[in-house]
C-alpha cells in the first residue's frame, strides 16, 4: 500500500488556525474524501511547540493511503479531484509551498489499536540523509541502527518510519528521504520523553546519516477523515 505524505502550508492572509479548520471540516469532507481510490485518510495539524518558528514550514500534513500505483494514478484523473479538491486547493493553501512524498511504511511498534478518536500526539520527524551516503545503506542505518535507539525512548507508544519510494529517484534526488512518526499520549509524555538520556543517544546518533540542516520536527495531533479502517 502506498502511504502518501502531503505537507501543507496556508495561504497568504489565513491564519493556521482558519487553514486547519477549512481543511479539517470543509476540504476534506467536501471534496477530497469523495476521491473513491483513497483508501485510508487522516490530516494531522500542527500543534504549537516551543520554540515557535516566525513562520512555520508547513501547518499540517495529508497522510493518503492507496492499494497501488494504478489506483493512485487513477485518482489524479477523477471528477472529484479534477474538478473538486484541486479546484478548492487555492481557497485554503499556498500550493507553491506544499510537498507531496510517496512512501513505504514500516511498523517498528505497532501500539494500541487505531480509533477514530484519536488523542495522542505526534512527532513527526523529516530527514535528509547524509550527503555522499548510499540511499540503502541510509535505508539500513535508519531501521536497524536509529530504529532500536527511538524504541528505548519512555513512554513511546507507536513508532514508524516512512521510507520515500523508489519511484522518487528515477530522475533526480527526492527533497527528504523518510519521515519518522513517534506517538505518544500527550504532550506531557512527550517532553518527558525528550528530557530522556534515552533522547539523548538517538539524538546524538543522528550526525551518523542524516544532514541536520535539513531536518525538520513537527508535533501534531490527528483527524481521521477515512478510517482506521479503510474504506471497501
Not at 50 to 65: C, K, M, T
Request: charged letters at 25%.
Amino acid at each position: 500500500m502506498i502511504h502518501q505524505l502531503i505537507f501543507a502550508h496556508p495561504k497568504p492572509g489565513m491564519s493556521e488556525k482558519e487553514f486547519q479548520t477549512y481543511w479539517k471540516d470543509v476540504h476534506a469532507v467536501r471534496y477530497a474524501s469523495k476521491i473513491p481510490q483513497i483508501r485510508r485518510y487522516m490530516i494531522d495539524c500542527r500543534i504549537s511547540t516551543e520554540p515557535e518558528p516566525d513562520d512555520p514550514l508547513w501547518s499540517g500534513v495529508a497522510e493518503i493511503w492507496f492499494d497501488n500505483e494504478q489506483d493512485q494514478l487513477a485518482s489524479l484523473q477523477t471528477p472529484e479531484f479534477l474538478e473538486g479538491a484541486r479546484l478548492d486547493e487555492p481557497n485554503w493553501a499556498a500550493f507553491w509551498r506544499s510537498v507531496v512524498l510517496d512512501t513505504d511504511t514500516h511498523v517498528l511498534m505497532e501500539g494500541p489499536p487505531e480509533t477514530p478518536q484519536s488523542s495522542m500526539v505526534k512527532i513527526l520527524a523529516m530527514v535528509k540523509r547524509k550527503a555522499g551516503m548510499p540511499l540503502e545503506e541510509f535505508r539500513r542505518h535508519s531501521l536497524d541502527v536509529h530504529g532500536p535507539l527511538d524504541l528505548k525512548l519512555p513512554g513511546l507508544r507507536r513508532y514508524h518510519q516512512c521510507h520515500v519510494r523508489d519511484s522518487a529517484y528515477t530522475v533526480g534526488e527526492s527533497l527528504l528521504d523518510a519521515v519518522s512518526m513517534l506517538w505518544f499520549d500527550d504532550i506531557a509524555a512527550m517532553e518527558a520523553a525528550l528530557a530522556s538520556p534515552e533522547s539523548k543517544a538517538s539524538a546524538d546518533d543522528l550526525a551518523n546519516f542524516i544532514e541536520p540542516k535539513y531536518a525538520h520536527v513537527m508535533v501534531t495531533d490527528e483527524t481521521w477523515i477515512i478510517g482506521p479502517e479503510p474504506r471497501y
